[in-house]
């Protein structure tokens, strides 16, 4: 069953702790993106990668810092430098760049207390 | 870079009847244009996509128009049913790099 998974789907942390959120892909895409939704906004780009040991920022990569050292994995770390960190953060994955299909995992709700 | 308005932010129609969500775009140069659905607490699912070569298409009740000399584009849901009810939105994408701009999407609620 090929899909993209997200976990967990609900962290609290306390404020000053980093935290790394789990993006996994088992559909063989190349590219890989973290998106961040907060309500009224849509969705923000974070940071992409089109390809292993490679990843690009994004409109907002401040106060966060990704890996790509395997093609289905791409973990999103949220630092204590992000001011406001509490949010529905989304990853997504298409096969290559150039208007391809994203999929979209479903999320995990990372609260900051 | 690209900038993505999309309106209206909530719409309300009664059950049967139709939806419609528009959304205007920046950059001439944007080619890739998809609409998706997020259902309360998920992911957003793509519902149908058009790209600059093509003008309308259709799958179902669902169709989107591209008008690239004003640069808008928009989404048409026919015959609306309870399961409508989500939050849509609209992107789109260029040429010169990977990333797809949205729009802040349009809260859709179908009406008994």
């Known amino acids: 069953d090929g899909g993209i998974t997200q976990s967990p789907k609900y962290l609290f942390r306390k404020e000053g702790q980093n935290v790394t959120l789990s993006c996994e892909q088992n559909l063989n895409h190349d590219a890989m993106y973290w998106y961040r939704q907060d309500p009224g906004q849509g969705l923000r780009l974070i940071y992409y990668s089109q390809i292993v040991n490679d990843f690009q920022k994004g409109d907002i990569a401040e106060g966060y810092s990704v890996s790509r050292e395997k093609k289905e994995s791409f973990p999103l770390t949220v630092t204590s430098a992000q001011k406001n960190p509490t949010a529905f953060y989304l990853c997504?994955?298409?096969?290559?760049?150039?208007?391809?299909?994203?999929?979209f995992g479903p999320g995990t709700r990372l609260t900051v207390l | 870079g690209e900038n993505v308005e999309q309106h209206p932010s909530t719409l309300s129609v009664q059950e049967g009847d139709s939806a419609v969500i528009k959304c205007t775009y920046s950059?001439?140069?944007?080619?890739?244009f998809p609409w998706y659905k997020q259902e309360l607490g998920k992911g957003p699912q793509l519902i149908i996509d058009?790209?600059?070569?093509?003008g309308e298409k259709k799958d179902q009740r669902i169709a989107v128009t591209l008008n690239k000399t004003a640069k808008h584009f928009s989404l048409h849901i026919t015959e609306t049913q309870p399961e409508d009810s989500a939050v849509y939105f609209c992107a789109a994408k260029g040429n010169r790099d990977d990333k797809i701009i949205f729009g802040k999407g349009t809260r859709l609620h179908i009406l008994p």
């Open positions: 950059d001439s140069a944007s080619n890739y």
């Open positions: 058009i790209r600059s070569n093509v």
């Open positions: 997504a994955s298409s096969i290559v760049s150039g208007g391809n299909e994203q999929f």
